[in-house]
């Protein structure tokens, strides 16, 4: 099979790895985007993104997505279907592996495979999302002015989102499975503080009701079995999220969760632990607490300066 060489290697097609794409190609330098299981990334799953700029009534999380591909595409980037199942390091290079066995050669590599909100994995949940179920607050808040939600997690991420959604709704549940939040004791305090909030512990969510939109949910106590029917307008789930890194553990050093960590070198801001291997979004610990599309493209921009610039170095 053969064995084609380029200067960079972009893993994942999202926001991170697009914009890579656009400046490294746009240097000059031969580049390749494996797109992966879900091209164009996470913003496929939304129906309106009003948070990315240049857009005065915001614009549709596809059609946004469908034109960065379409960019790249005439700028002269190869985009190819498939999934990466291994990166080796051989000779100074690397050499990327693609489910079906295609390798190809690079002298960069830029990793921006993003990561998964973890969903409750109930009925219609997914099928419910841009209808009132909502994987993030930051995206989605200001559509629940004067309206009820739930937020569904302990963690800091959910205290955080309960506690911004406050400024939208009129009332904000966090459900909880336990008696106790896991979230740091400043983020604790800020939720048992807002009058807003009400939390039900012990609680998890059993049904998802409503046909068009989300009109409420059916909750069990997991301590007494009883359940009830909750009215919200909006469902957020913040129980974390799953980075998409790891075909790359044993070549780069991960977080606890799994985020690639950058930032060590102070040269190359985004190159991970592997020197030559950088990444980019929400699949690293410069991303993990923003985990929004902006600042993904952004250090996609940064990665691929980076790539550039430790291309010329090596190799001239
Ligand atoms: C429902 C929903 C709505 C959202 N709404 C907004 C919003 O309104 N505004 C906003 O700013 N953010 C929003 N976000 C968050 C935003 O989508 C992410 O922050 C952003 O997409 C992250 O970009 P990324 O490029 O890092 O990763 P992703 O968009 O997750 O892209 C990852 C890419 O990597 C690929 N990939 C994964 N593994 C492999 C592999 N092994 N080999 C090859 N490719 C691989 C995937 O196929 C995908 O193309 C939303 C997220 C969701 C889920």
């Given at each position: 099979m053969?064995n084609?060489?380029?200067?960079?290697?972009?893993?994942?097609?999202?926001?991170?790895?697009l914009?890579a794409a656009?400046?490294?190609?746009r240097?000059?330098?031969?580049?390749?985007?494996?797109?992966?299981?879900q091209?164009?990334?996470?913003l496929?799953?939304?129906t309106?993104?009003?948070?990315?700029?240049?857009?005065?009534?915001?614009?549709g999380?596809v059609k946004?997505m469908m034109?960065?591909?379409?960019?790249?595409?005439n700028?002269?980037?190869?985009?190819?279907?498939?999934?990466?199942?291994?990166?080796?390091?051989v000779?100074k290079?690397?050499e990327?592996?693609?489910?079906?066995?295609?390798?190809?050669?690079?002298?960069?590599?830029?990793?921006?495979?993003?990561?998964?909100?973890?969903?409750?994995?109930?009925?219609?949940?997914k099928e419910?999302i841009?209808?009132?179920?909502?994987?993030?607050a930051t995206?989605?808040?200001?559509?629940?002015?004067?309206?009820?939600?739930?937020v569904v997690?302990g963690g800091?991420t959910?205290?955080e989102?309960?506690?911004?959604?406050?400024?939208?709704?009129?009332?904000?549940?966090?459900i909880?499975?336990?008696?106790?939040?896991?979230?740091?004791?400043?983020?604790q305090?800020?939720?048992?503080?807002?009058?807003?909030?009400?939390?039900?512990?012990?609680?998890?969510v059993?049904?998802?009701?409503g046909?068009e939109?989300l009109?409420?949910?059916?909750?069990?106590?997991?301590?007494k079995?009883?359940?009830k029917i909750v009215?919200?307008d909006?469902?957020?789930?913040?129980?974390?999220?799953?980075?998409?890194?790891?075909?790359?553990?044993?070549l780069?050093?991960?977080?606890?969760?799994?985020?690639i960590?950058?930032?060590?070198?102070?040269?190359y801001?985004?190159?991970?632990?592997?020197?030559?291997?950088?990444?980019?979004?929400?699949c690293?610990?410069g991303?993990?607490?923003?985990?929004q599309?902006?600042?993904?493209?952004?250090d996609g921009?940064k990665?691929?300066l980076?790539?550039?610039?430790?291309?010329?170095?090596?190799?001239?």
């Amino acid at each position: 099979m053969e064995n084609k060489l380029y200067d960079t290697v972009v893993v994942g097609s999202g926001p991170a790895g697009l914009t890579a794409a656009i400046y490294n190609i746009r240097a000059n330098m031969k580049t390749v985007v494996i797109a992966g299981g879900q091209p164009g990334g996470q913003l496929m799953m939304t129906t309106t993104v009003d948070n990315w700029p240049g857009f005065a009534r915001g614009t549709g999380g596809v059609k946004l997505m469908m034109e960065m591909q379409e960019q790249v595409k005439n700028l002269g980037v190869e985009i190819k279907n498939g999934m990466v199942e291994e990166i080796k390091s051989v000779n100074k290079m690397f050499e990327t592996r693609l489910a079906g066995g295609e390798r190809m050669t690079s002298k960069a590599i830029i990793v921006a495979t993003g990561a998964k909100a973890k969903w409750l994995g109930i009925e219609r949940e997914k099928e419910m999302i841009g209808r009132g179920v909502s994987g993030c607050a930051t995206c989605d808040g200001m559509f629940f002015r004067d309206k009820i939600v739930a937020v569904v997690g302990g963690g800091d991420t959910a205290c955080e989102e309960a506690d911004f959604l406050t400024k939208f709704a009129t009332k904000v549940y966090l459900i909880h499975r336990r008696d106790q939040l896991r979230a740091s004791v400043v983020e604790q305090k800020r939720v048992l503080e807002n009058k807003k909030i009400e939390i039900l512990w012990n609680h998890e969510v059993a049904e998802i009701l409503g046909e068009e939109r989300l009109t409420g949910i059916r909750l069990i106590n997991n301590l007494k079995g009883q359940e009830k029917i909750v009215a919200v307008d909006g469902l957020f789930i913040a129980v974390g999220h799953n980075p998409a890194t790891e075909f790359v553990a044993s070549l780069v050093k991960r977080d606890e969760d799994g985020h690639i960590v950058i930032g060590e070198d102070k040269n190359y801001k985004t190159m991970t632990s592997k020197a030559g291997v950088f990444a980019a979004g929400d699949c690293t610990t410069g991303n993990r607490d923003y985990k929004q599309a902006i600042a993904a493209a952004g250090d996609g921009c940064k990665a691929a300066l980076d790539a550039e610039k430790w291309v010329k170095k090596i190799y001239g």
